[in-house]
């Protein structure tokens, strides 16, 4: 395989694909499906909440060879140069006996109506090639992206412990044994130079360094940046949006790092949730605890914490937690780079402190003091993989006699964008840290926020919550017993 400056080359499965010619809004899920006639692969929500069109990305990582499961629908052809794609269709053997995660689906009788069944089986087979001895707690989590509504999770769950034991090298598989190959294969494909695709009236580029990247902005401030395409995904999908110029980053070394030093954490804005999960929940476990409940296993290994910041959505699950931490966004263009407070990076609605040509290049997060107090609160409708009604982070200093020394209240989901509670704060802060104090100070709540009421809570619901996860975060960190704020809604 050689590489061009104008084609995107990728393996599927055990075929070579070159493409010369390709939109930038192309799906996954729809060259599968339509050009290659891969139909195990299957479209249910077309947004990446659903499972049913699950695939295996593998991608060089430290010399190494990392596979993810994806969400086809809503990851886009363009963002797949050097990368290694399975679909289903490839697990069995060519004589046609079933892989030992298949053949486990059927003796566990863990499919019913089937159409879920191909995104189960790669999501199983996902966590079957990267972990030897996996828990029901890693099955289950490996599981939260994917949806059933007739068979139930336990015949699947019961699949997945079933097969545990038989491992890779002892089974046929069609990775284990071609990995070497594989990653020679996509080694030479790698590019440092920038990849651009002209097709119709639309444009897509691949850069290969984050200068190049600086310089393709120069030229099109207006191109749209895409990481993980978890959220521009379904500007395509569902909104059927076309975009023009589209820039993909997700496969740009230059943004994949995670620097851990004496003062805190510096992550590269292309790093997924997936791969910052253990660094952060070493440093800031609550952070670490919520990040597993961020979209499922497949959001997680496409959407990146950068690019959470970056979109400035105001119910992005990351921003409360870096606000109340004090992280700082690091952004870069052609003309240089320049780092801002990340509080101060969220302007208004759709506007964030980014400059035309500017791409946020990464993230520090400094160590959270020996003695404060931290804690996250996701509230949602389902508990995983569901996008907040609202997100929560807390963090206080203690004085010696239990005096409130500081305090930072964040949310998302309250407002056009990740932010503080100024009113809250000062009405805790210099205060004793007591029940009394946590419930005059609930009052403020409406003076710093005025949300929305929309399908996924009332104004009502989110300021009551707002308040009483106040009181939920008193309750952990003295011991106290509460009572909680009750409210009743009339029609």
């Known amino acids: 395989m050689t590489q061009s400056a104008g084609s995107i080359r990728f393996i599927l499965n055990d075929r070579e694909i070159a493409l010369t010619s390709l939109s930038p809004t192309a799906t996954l899920l729809d060259f599968l499906r339509l050009e290659k006639r891969l139909t195990g692969t299957k479209e249910g929500c077309a947004e990446g909440d659903c499972g049913a069109c699950t695939v295996l990305v593998g991608r060089l990582s430290g010399g190494q060879l990392v596979y993810e499961s994806v969400n086809a629908c809503i990851r886009f052809t363009g963002s ?3 990368t290694h794609v ?3 269709e490839h ?3 060519k004589d046609g006996m079933l892989h030992p995660v298949q053949q486990a689906m059927v ?20 966590l079957w090639l990267s972990n030897d001895n996996p828990g029901r707690a890693d099955i289950e989590k490996a599981l939260q992206g994917n949806l059933c509504r007739c068979t139930g999770y336990e015949p699947i769950v019961k699949a997945a412990e079933a097969v545990a034991t038989a491992r890779p090298d002892a089974v046929f598989d069609p990775i284990v044994k071609v990995r070497k190959e594989i990653i020679a294969k996509l080694t030479a494909v790698r590019s440092t130079q920038t990849i651009r695709i002209d097709s119709d009236d639309a444009t897509l580029m691949v850069p290969g360094t984050a200068a190049d990247l600086a310089d393709a902005l120069a030229d ?4 749209t940046i895409v990481a993980g395409s978890t959220d521009v995904g379904l500007w395509v999908t569902k909104q059927m949006r076309a975009l023009n110029p589209v820039i993909f980053i997700n496969g740009l070394e230059d943004l994949q790092f995670i620097r ?3 003062d805190g954490i510096l992550i590269g804005a292309g790093v997924s949730y997936s791969t910052a999960f253990v660094a952060i929940s070493a440093r800031y476990p609550a952070f670490g605890r919520m990040l597993d409940r961020l979209g499922g296993e497949q959001v997680r290994n496409m959407g990146t914490i950068g690019g959470n910041v970056a979109n400035g959505s105001p119910i992005g699950d990351t921003p409360p937690p870096l606000i109340a931490l004090g992280a700082s966004v690091n952004l870069r263009s052609k003309a240089g780079q320049r780092t801002v407070p990340i509080e101060a990076y969220f302007i208004e609605y759709g506007r964030q402190d980014r400059k035309p040509g500017e791409f946020v290049e990464s993230i520090f997060v400094p160590n959270l003091p020996k003695d404060d107090h931290f804690a996250v609160y996701k509230i949602s409708k389902r508990r995983d993989e569901d996008i907040s009604a609202l ?9 010696s006699d239990n005096t409130v020394r500081s305090a930072i209240v964040a949310f998302g989901g309250m407002a056009g964008t990740p932010k503080r509670a100024s009113h809250v704060e000062a009405a805790l802060i210099g205060k004793p840290w007591t029940e009394e104090t946590v419930k005059a100070a609930q009052a403020a709540f409406n003076l710093d926020y005025q949300p929305l009421t929309d399908w996924r809570a009332t104004a009502a619901y989110r300021i009551l919550t707002a308040k009483n996860l106040l009181l939920r975060f008193l309750l952990e960190t003295s011991g106290q017993k509460v009572e909680l704020v009750r409210f009743e809604v009339t029609a």
């Open 107 to 126: 003796d566990y009788h863990g499919s019913q109506c089937g159409f879920c069944t191909p995104g189960f089986v790669m999501s199983l087979y996902g």
């Open 391 to 399: 997100c929560g982070a807390f963090r206080i200093a203690l004085d």
């Open 86 to 88: 399975v679909t289903v």
């Open 91 to 93: 697990l069995a053997a």
């Open 80 to 82: 797949l140069n050097a």
């Open 260 to 262: 851990e030093t004496e």
């Open 220 to 223: 099109h401030p207006q191109a």
